[in-house]
């Protein structure tokens, strides 16, 4: 039996995103270890009945199969040689020539993965100063004793994970320059999907703006309401702030709308004359999601442009349907960019692909009220 030590509080329990990363990495460890048991803490005492102990660092962390094989595999060799009966995952955000904090598909890990395996990265990888190095760790029984009394263990590494980025506590900057530039101390800013309130709390301190906040974890919302001024807890296909705004953002939110043009023809009675709604949202053509579609794939990720929870998926052209269809006509499409692998660049003309398309993960939306 595998023991699976997954950090579990009250936010991420209110999160779909994270319970489909929980069921997707105990079906993986299964495949591995047959019988797995999760739980949230690191046990003084592991189960006598456990084979090992898998720490992860967080709920964000993605660890498959062949990593986990491969793990299990230098734990043994470990044992036998009497030493720390430790063995640590690498963070594939922190190595190799194409390190990202951006993860794709879910194919993209797994390509990684194999080239990083097959480069025998267990001998070459050396020992990581300490457990906190590492996003995972396999541990023997006797390892994770000593782990949970606070002793620092060392070991080799032997799979490769992806830890993804805070959901709800992110900040995005990269939207500054987009808002409304008269912004000020008389101006009020609504962020739909707050999260936390990193972004709104960021366009507060840049503006001096009144900031209010949208959020459908409960939990979020709670650590939300101590950084803006106001944050209104529920779904926002069904709230009403009851109140205007000089401008509206919106983070990857419409994907994950049923109707996401009911809620846009909604946000538009929201605004003051004048104003602006900036949003973010995901493009379906990206090369990696059409690569995944050649492959016969389309394999749902916890975050990304395949993520679990969303609901609908767009081009530009059906963004600008989408608009079109809402009532507005003042608006602009801003790419945002990602280079083209030289494989898809070398697509024959006859196909006519959309090479922009291809290389786009995502837009900007804005709209001029």
Not at 57 to 79: D, P
Not at 136 to 151: F, H, N, W
Not at 210 to 217: A, D, P, Q, S
Not at 254 to 277: C, I, K, N, S, V
């Amino acid at each position: 039996m595998l023991l699976l030590v997954l950090p579990w509080d009250a936010e991420a329990d209110a999160s779909a995103e994270w319970w489909y990363l929980r069921r997707w990495l105990a079906s993986e460890a299964r495949a591995v270890f047959g019988e797995v048991d999760v739980v949230s803490e690191l046990p003084a005492r592991p189960p006598d009945d456990a084979e090992a102990i898998l720490v992860l660092r967080s709920c964000r962390v993605l660890i498959g199969r062949a990593s986990l094989r491969r793990m299990r595999e230098a734990l043994a060799a470990n044992g036998r040689d009497g030493v720390n009966g430790a063995v640590y995952a690498t963070d594939l955000t922190t190595t190799g020539p194409e390190a990202s904090s951006d993860l794709f598909t879910l194919a993209d890990f797994e390509q990684a993965e194999t080239a990083w395996l097959a480069a025998d990265s267990t001998n070459a990888a050396g020992l990581p100063s300490s457990e906190g190095t590492s996003p995972a760790a396999l541990l023997s029984t006797a390892a994770a004793a000593r782990l949970a009394a606070g002793e620092g263990i060392p070991g080799p590494r032997a799979g490769l994970c992806y830890e993804f980025i805070d959901y709800y506590g992110g900040e995005r900057a990269d939207v500054l320059p987009l808002l409304p530039p008269h912004l000020g101390a008389e101006s009020s800013v609504l962020e739909v999907g707050c999260g936390r309130g990193a972004t709104a709390a960021l366009i507060k301190e840049r503006f001096g703006c009144r900031t209010v906040g949208i959020e459908l974890n409960p939990e979020a919302a709670l650590a939300a309401e101590s950084r803006l001024d106001r944050v209104i807890r529920g779904d926002v296909q069904t709230v009403e702030p009851a109140e205007t705004f000089d401008a509206i953002v919106a983070f990857e939110l419409f994907e994950h709308l049923t109707d996401g043009q009911a809620f846009l023809e909604r946000a538009a009675g929201w605004l003051r004359p004048g104003g602006r709604m900036v949003f973010s949202v995901p493009n379906v053509g990206h090369y990696s999601v059409v690569e995944d579609l050649i492959s016969g794939r389309w394999d749902y990720i916890p975050m990304g442009l395949l993520c679990a929870t969303h609901v609908r998926f767009f081009t530009r052209r059906t963004l600008e349907d989408w608009l079109h269809a809402a009532g507005f006509d003042r608006y602009r499409i801003d790419a945002q960019t990602t280079p083209l692998p030289a494989r898809i660049d070398a697509l024959p003309e006859s196909l006519t692909p959309d090479r922009e398309s291809l290389t786009t993960a995502g837009f900007y939306v804005t709209i001029f009220g």
